[in-house]
């Protein structure tokens, strides 16, 4: 058998009459990259929203590394190893950029109940902060306010935090949002190098950055997966290209 | 314990229950659709309170007195929100809170000064005077109560009517789950969120010339339903009106039986005066217990409407 | 960081200067005030602690100011007519000691905080806010209707707490005394602000869903943070039944949660210190006018809705320049 990290099965959630996710099933191969793509709508958001844990689905199962989690709040399966980053940047403003990374340091030990150290001096906290911010490329942006650090900036500061959470799957929604030529460039050479270690799971729009990192390729359509295979397989399948990259693509 | 007594603190129950209604209602609209948390809303009681026993000092009139309620509350909201607090909408609720506290202590002075400390009394209406019998075999039940249970329910059933059937309220809905896309059908939004606040000083002053009769006018007299409002608006569920109706009935209900009936219960394990003693304590509890239950159960109320 | 530190030596050597002050200018009064200042900013610390940092709006937290001036009004009221304190599995006839009776307040205050905390943290925003007043409305009723102790009419308190080597019976000691404890409050705070803890806190101010995605289960802090802040509440409590020999249930209403509130937003919202300037400038504010009209209300309540309209950095923020935000 093949050695999934992440197997969801059945998975169902309803907004009125809308399905978000229709039976939804996929799994997710240790070390590999797996996109999620479809159209708008197609219920990608939600259904990454459904394995972390703040959307609650009305049916179907979540396993990961084998252990059913769908029932988990957000912080346990956080802990376990299941960690997200988010479309629109969604980072703590008032923090410097190395307090935020330090933050998701702490988020990964036991408890944060310690009262008297003042956190600024804590040396052995922020050199490991600092080790995350110089592998996405921020170590000279220490200091800044990440409220005020530059739109692409924040991205690479989100990857930063979400590997500071020391995951085993990464779930990336849209990490390329907003971002230009250069930053997505960037952010492709970040990214390329987890995979192996990590497994990814991807919702991107940008199909280039797709085919460049994906080794699986999941389609959906309001809620349902209508093809999953290899990025060429894909690429090639007809009812992918009349559902979703139109005809002409 | 009888059956007639069961029934009459029954009725006394929805009677409380529904003068609740009219206030969260008008609380729970404002805050659904302007995301405004009001404490200022009991000061809008008070001020149809004082307006009625006023308009019937003069007049003796008791249908003008509510009317007179009606207009000066609904009146003094709109002057209040175009003075401030529509500044408030899009702030957060700390503010809110601290800003429309500032608008009770101006009120309570402010009906301290030109109606002095002393409380006002009202008489209920001739008409609705005596009491009726209602069930063979138990006592007369005051008709006026009657008469304030059969208003709550006619305005419940109105409000309804509004929200369901109507432009505003087809917008009232609108604008609570999709802002944006009231302002983009090219609706005054402005006017609509004074409108929309202005029903809800009514109904808070329509509930304060319900209540002159039954309580004594004074200033705190709006505090004092605030919190019980609250109380009723956590069981409901924030912006829903209907659950500002079942949570309305319920506390109305669960206060007055916990009033009636604790003491008496106390009195088969205790000498009467430290069951009374204890009983009135206890009873005056008995609604904040409800809400911890609601609480542990359904943390965001019963018909939960928004997001929070 | 030097315009921070000047301000805080000079509102440091003021303070330390009242009771001499007072003295000179044969206004024995002041002494009194100013006390009143020092316990309330105590109160506004312990409330800012988790609405500026923790950004918990909590409108209930003269509830913990009430609890803690109880307990000591009820502990000194069995050792003077030297009755067993009831609900006890032993007999304890109250004591007068404050050794005893302030640790016993503030523990006692944290625990109904543990409680309301508890319920109240389920949900958030302004559910929180309603709840917590709701709760605090439900303490201040009981007090009101509790007949054993006082009901509407309050306990006096027949002598102040005892404390080896003190009198606490003169004002200037018991000035002083409150000085230090509010010093030592404020710096605990402080503390537990820039520790792990506090970053923790500080952080599910801003970004709550977030933090619970980095895997951490943000209720528990703010819940402990919740609990702090009523042992410090319980504190101020100590302090006040011992200032007025008095406690009512006055003391739990819910206006008294809205000045504590409105001292946190003078001041300026997340400045621990600021809460003593918030402190006296209303306190001062209240003695000042009610001196002109007995209607102060009048002034104080669109002076308020000024205050937050327009005036949102505090008056701390102002005098200590930029750098002190978020201090």
Redesign the interface.
């Known amino acids: 058998m093949t050695d999934a990290i992440l197997e969801v099965q059945g998975l169902s959630k309803f907004f009125g009459a809308v399905a978000a996710s229709d039976s939804l099933t996929f799994q997710v191969e240790r070390g590999c990259c797996h996109a999620l793509i479809g159209p708008n709508g197609a219920g990608k958001s939600t259904a990454i929203a459904q394995i ?1 844990g ?1 959307v609650r689905p009305d049916g179907g199962s979540i396993r990961f590394n084998g252990r059913e989690i769908s029932r988990w ?4 399966r ?2 376990a190893g299941l ?2 980053s ?1 479309q629109i940047t ?6 410097s950029a190395l ?1 935020t990374v ?3 340091v ?3 030990q036991p408890h ?9 001096r ?1 040396e052995r ?1 922020r050199r490991s902060a600092r080790s995350f911010l110089d592998r996405v490329g921020l170590g000279d942006r220490a200091d800044v306010r990440a409220g005020d650090l530059a739109h692409g900036e924040q991205r690479q500061l989100e990857v930063a ?1 979400v590997l500071a ?1 020391n995951p085993q799957l990464v779930l990336l929604d849209e990490p390329m949002a907003g971002m230009g030529r250069a930053e997505t460039q960037q952010m492709l050479d970040i990214l390329r190098p987890l995979k192996g270690s990590l497994s990814l799971l991807l919702v991107e729009h940008d199909m280039d950055v797709v085919f460049a990192l994906a080794d699986v390729v999941t389609v959906l359509v309001k809620g349902r997966v209508i093809a999953s295979g290899t990025p060429s397989s894909i690429r090639a399948d007809a009812d992918v290209r009349r559902a979703y990259l139109g005809d002409g693509a | 314990m009888t059956a007639q007594l069961v029934f009459e603190q029954t009725l006394n129950g929805l009677q409380q229950g529904v003068m609740l209604f009219l206030m969260a209602a008008g609380l729970t609209l404002v805050f659904g659709i302007m995301h405004l948390i009001n404490l200022a809303h009991g000061s809008l009681y008070m001020v149809g309170a004082y307006a009625a026993a006023t308009v019937i000092a003069v007049t003796g009139n008791f249908a003008l007195a509510v009317a007179g309620a009606v207009v000066a509350a609904g009146l003094t909201g709109m002057v209040v929100e175009l003075l401030a607090l529509r500044r408030l909408y899009g702030r957060d609720h700390l503010d809110q809170v601290l800003a429309t506290f500032g608008v009770i202590l101006f009120f309570n002075e402010l009906v301290k000064i030109l109606w002095g400390a002393q409380a006002l009394f009202m008489a209920p209406p001739a008409w609705l005077a005596g009491s009726v019998p209602i069930l063979p075999g138990a006592a007369p039940y005051p008709a006026y109560r009657l008469f304030i249970i059969a208003v709550g329910l006619v305005v419940a059933l109105g409000l309804r009517q509004l929200i369901v059937g109507t432009r505003l309220g087809m917008l009232i809905r609108a604008g609570a789950t999709h802002r944006d896309m009231v302002g983009a059908l090219g609706v005054n939004i402005d006017r609509l969120f004074t409108l929309v606040f202005a029903l809800g000083a009514a109904l808070a002053g329509l509930a304060g010339a319900m209540a002159g009769p039954l309580l004594a006018i004074e200033v705190g007299m709006g505090e004092t339903i605030l919190i019980l409002t609250f109380v009723v608006i956590i069981i409901g569920g924030i912006g829903s009106v209907r659950g500002a109706l079942v949570g309305a009935l319920l506390v109305g209900v669960v206060d007055t039986y916990g009033r009636a009936f604790l003491p008496l219960a106390l009195r088969t394990l205790l000498p009467p005066a430290a069951a009374d003693g204890l009983g009135a304590s206890i009873s005056g509890i008995a609604i904040y217990v409800l809400m911890a239950g609601v609480l542990i159960w359904r943390p965001r109320g019963l018909f939960q409407a928004y997001g929070g | 960081m030097r315009r921070r530190s000047v301000v805080l030596a000079a509102g440091l050597a003021l303070l330390l200067a009242v009771p001499p002050l007072a003295a000179i200018a044969g206004e024995p009064f002041a002494v009194t005030l100013a006390s009143r200042v020092l316990i309330y900013a105590l109160a506004a610390a312990s409330l800012d602690f988790i609405v500026g940092y923790g950004g918990m709006v909590s409108f209930g937290h003269a509830a913990f100011l009430g609890l803690g001036a109880y307990t000591v009004g009820i502990v000194a009221s069995h050792a003077f007519d030297g009755t067993a304190v009831p609900l006890l599995p032993f007999a304890w006839h109250g004591t007068d000691s404050a050794l005893i009776q302030w640790p016993l307040a503030m523990l006692i205050s944290a625990l109904f905080a543990l409680v309301i905390g508890a319920l109240s943290l389920r949900t958030a925003g302004v559910y929180f806010i309603m709840i917590t007043l709701a709760f605090a409305q439900m303490l201040y009723h009981l007090f009101l209707t509790l007949p054993t102790y006082g009901g509407q009419d309050g306990l006096n308190l027949w002598r102040r707490s005892e404390i080896p080597g003190l009198d606490l019976a003169d004002d200037v000691s018991f000035y002083y005394l409150t000085l230090a404890l509010l010093i030592i409050s404020l710096l605990i705070l402080k503390r537990l602000v820039h520790s792990r803890f506090g970053m923790v806190l500080r952080a599910g101010k801003q970004n709550e869903p977030r933090l619970q995605a980095l895997g951490i289960p943000t209720v528990r802090y703010k819940l402990l943070a919740f609990v702090i802040a009523g042992a410090f509440g319980g504190l101020a409590g100590a302090l006040t039944v011992n200032h007025t020999e008095f406690v009512g249930p006055g003391l739990l209403h819910w206006t008294r949660s809205g000045e504590l509130l409105v001292i946190v937003i003078l001041g300026g919202l997340g400045s621990l210190y600021g809460s003593v300037v918030g402190a006296a400038v209303l306190l001062i504010l209240e003695e000042v006018i009610a001196g002109w009209t007995e209607h102060w209300m009048i002034v104080l309540g669109p002076f308020l809705v000024l205050v937050v309209l327009f005036a949102r950095r505090g008056l701390y923020g102002w005098l200590a320049g930029r750098e002190a935000e978020g201090d």
């Open positions: 972390t703040e709040p957000v912080h346990r956080a802990r960690n997200r988010y969604s980072i703590f403003p008032a923090f307090d330090a933050l998701a702490l988020a990964r944060a109940f310690r009262f008297w150290r003042d956190a600024r804590d906290l935090m959470t």
